[in-house]
Nanobody
Framework: QVQLAESGGGLVQPGGSLRLSCAAS????????MGWYRQAPGKERELVAS???????KYADSVSGRFTISRDNFKNTLYLQMNSLKPEDTAVYYC???????????WGQGTQVTVSS
């Protein structure tokens, strides 16, 4: 059973900001590193940011310096603050554990981010 719910996406102009949220199950949040992934049309899903259970951070080169991942372990919620957005950031954004599950059914619906003028 998928217990991931992403929200916060939308349409934003280049240079703008968005904050994504992901409500996850308590078990998933407690025992796993978590990550934000994105999938653009015609491309494979990619990991853009991850955060360990102890708070270690990693970012893809394409978003480093612009995106910030964080987690609230009391609320079982994952966040992605996205600044200085570019058209190439346009994608559906998903959260999940890191490394991700192998089954395609263990993903939420994602949230669409569109960066366009």
């Amino acid at each position: 059973q998928v217990q991931l719910a992403e929200s916060g996406g939308g349409l934003v102009q280049p240079g703008g900001s968005l904050r994504l949220s992901c409500a996850a199950s308590a078990m998933l949040f407690k025992f796993y590193d978590m990550g934000w992934y994105r999938q653009a049309p015609g491309k494979e899903r990619e990991l853009v940011a991850s955060i360990g259970t102890a708070g270690s951070l990693k970012y893809a080169d394409s978003v480093s310096g612009r995106f910030t991942i964080s987690r609230d372990n009391f609320k079982n919620t994952l966040y992605l603050q996205m600044n200085s957005l570019k058209p190439e950031d346009t994608a559906v954004y998903y959260c999940n554990r890191n490394p991700p599950p192998t089954s395609s059914t263990l993903w939420g619906q994602g949230t669409q981010v569109t960066v366009s003028s």
